[in-house]
């Protein structure tokens, strides 16, 4: 499912929400922001933070522990740069504990959307193990 939550012209935003996927250790869903028609996801089955777009455009990921049935909270941002390149931020933490200074993934495009409505989103395999969002925040840029 991918829900927005804004006009397709919005840009210069960040999107935070705290994310959870049910399942087990074989298996387990995806659950994420959008940002500027980037998804920043925990996937579970992987145990990745990735950043993707048309996965024929962009597709990169990184290490990330996730566990079932444990609440995370999910942050991204997109900055482009004048040249028309830009980067996309994420990182994720156990909800509850301090926001950590350093991103997890950082992805440079070279031709990034400069604009795109803010959204959730989750993945099923299946439609066996279940996704939960709360606390959905959309703020402007630091």
């Not at 455009?57 to 995370?72: H, L």
């Not at 990034?112 to 969002?133: C, K, L, M, N, W």
Request: proline letters at 8%.
């Amino acid at each position: 499912s991918m829900i927005f939550m804004g006009h397709p012209d919005d840009s210069g935003y960040t999107v935070q929400a705290d994310v959870m996927s049910d399942g087990n250790r074989r298996g387990g869903s995806v659950v994420g922001v959008i940002c500027q028609r980037y998804i920043i996801a925990l996937d579970a089955n992987k145990n990745v933070i990735e950043v993707s777009s048309n996965p024929n455009r962009v597709q990169v990921t990184e290490p990330f522990k996730f566990k079932t049935g444990q609440w995370y909270t999910i942050k991204a941002m997109v900055v482009p740069d004048d040249d028309g390149s830009g980067t996309v931020y994420g990182k994720a933490w156990p909800r509850g504990e301090d926001e950590p200074n350093e991103w997890s993934i950082a992805t440079k495009v070279p031709n990034v959307h400069a604009q795109g409505s803010p959204g959730i989103y989750g993945f099923s395999p299946q439609s066996r193990h279940r996704v939960y969002v709360d606390n959905v925040k959309v703020q402007p840029n630091p």
